[in-house]
């Protein structure tokens, strides 16, 4: 029997948001868990010229291709350059499409990201999308105060997915890393804004995660501090302590999925309940 591999790289490519492939993808993926899966998330596909950026992306980190994308002439050079790079490649969304237009006898329209309506909700979404990628690990901390939500956390402790997902919530949500040695930014002393929760996991958690996302771009030795078990404690208890010194909520996400950690961070700020820890 075919021994399962460490990690797995899931290249998902949608026209729109990409919401539903996160969320099948994530099904999916449950049903492995000895396997860490990397997610490369390509939204607003709509070009020729974004298949063949993708196409190199997936080349350089070969693993399942996983697509939404109504318009055949992208679907198709998608499938092609998969053939070629011998990689599996998946329409989602065409055969739930072929089961409606056997039963309605009716054509699709191939509208791209369709069930997004053009209305305010979409609007948010979109505007919150664009803030957490600005706001991205750290970026433009000047404008933290223009946030909804600011998360912190150490390396691998799903900062960026969890900040994606509630952009998709239409919350605008920024990240900020912490890293041992480097001091918070000022700025995050001065808001008065946004909610800052503090992400943690069990130390076994972190190093697991570190050592899968290292392990297609370098041999990193057992000493080495970004996956030494110790130094990682010691980086868990330094965000507990900075947390609970400045009355920021934590969460812990080692058994949580990213929807559950958003929905806890939703709930904290529906409630107000800045100083409760969890």
């Known amino acids: 029997m075919k021994s399962e591999p460490r990690h797995l790289h899931l290249h998902l490519v949608s026209d729109a948001t990409g919401e539903t492939l996160i969320t099948v993808a994530r099904a999916a993926s449950a049903q492995y868990p000895s396997v860490s899966v990397i ?5 607003m596909t ?23 994308l109504v318009d055949r002439s992208i679907a198709d050079p998608l499938e092609s350059g998969c053939r070629l790079i011998a990689v599996p490649c998946f329409s989602v969304l065409d055969p739930v499409l072929q089961v409606f237009q056997s039963y309605l006898g009716a054509s699709r329209e ?10 305010g909700d979409y609007f948010r979404r979109i505007e919150a999308l664009t803030f957490a990628m600005m706001h991205d690990d750290g970026q433009l901390p000047e404008e933290l105060d223009l946030a909804d939500i600011v998360i912190i956390g150490v390396s691998r402790t ?25 001091a918070l930014p000022a700025e995050l002393e001065q808001v008065t804004n946004p909610l800052i929760v503090g992400l943690v996991a ?28 110790a130094a990682v404690a010691a980086e868990i208890a330094s965000t ?31 409630g107000g309940e800045h100083g409760r820890r969890e």
């Open 39 to 43: 997610e490369h998330l390509h939204a």
């Open 46 to 68: 709509r070009s020729p010229k974004q298949v063949e950026r993708i196409l190199a992306d997936i080349e350089r980190e070969p693993g399942i291709v996983l697509f939404t």
């Open 110 to 119: 191939g509208r791209a990201g369709a069930q997004h309506a053009l209305d």
């Open 158 to 182: 799903s900062k960026t997915p969890t900040s994606i997902y509630l952009a998709n919530r239409g919350v605008r949500t920024a990240n900020i890393p912490i890293v041992p040695g480097v």
């Open 202 to 229: 069990t130390p076994d958690r972190i190093v697991q995660m570190r050592e899968n996302r290292v392990l297609a771009f370098s041999s990193l030795g057992n000493d080495d501090p970004y996956v030494d078990r």
């Open 240 to 270: 507990r302590r900075i947390c609970a010194r400045k009355g920021w909520p934590v969460i812990d996400v080692t058994r949580r999925s990213i929807e559950e950690t958003a929905t806890a961070i939703l709930a904290l700020r529906r």
